[in-house]
């Protein structure tokens, strides 16, 4: 009746070790000409020099030579002030030369503002 049985410590499944061993690395690119496609952001100023530029017309898709129309800066100003100082028939000085003053660029066909040079 008495049975001295110890049970019997029940051993772990044996464990399957499901190793997937996918040994396929070589992952392929379409090997095609790739062309980095530039994408050109629309810009609403476009970087002028100070003299009239050939340009085609955003507004109104013409090749034109832009009109350029120089705009006193305060530099010209403080400058004018400065040579009030030194001399003053030199006053008129930075405003006749180009170089102290910014320019706009329009163009002459539909007067749309395309451009500005600035120091
Ligand atoms: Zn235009």
Excluded: W
Aim: contains cysteine; proline residues 13%.
């Amino acid at each position: 009746m008495s049975t001295d049985e110890l049970p019997q410590k029940g051993q772990p499944p044996p464990y399957e070790g499901e190793a997937e061993a996918s040994r396929d690395g070589g992952v392929r690119y379409q090997s095609g000409p790739a062309q980095p496609q530039m994408v050109v952001p629309v810009v609403v100023s476009h970087p002028m020099g100070p003299k009239p530029t050939p340009f085609t017309c955003p507004s109104c898709n013409q090749q034109v030579v832009t009109r350029v129309e120089h705009k006193s800066t305060t530099k010209t100003h403080l400058f004018a002030i400065l040579l009030c100082l030194i001399c003053c028939p030199c006053v008129c000085v930075p405003y006749c030369v180009d170089s102290c003053q910014n320019a706009d660029h329009y163009c002459p066909n539909c007067s749309a503002y395309i451009g500005s040079y600035n120091h």
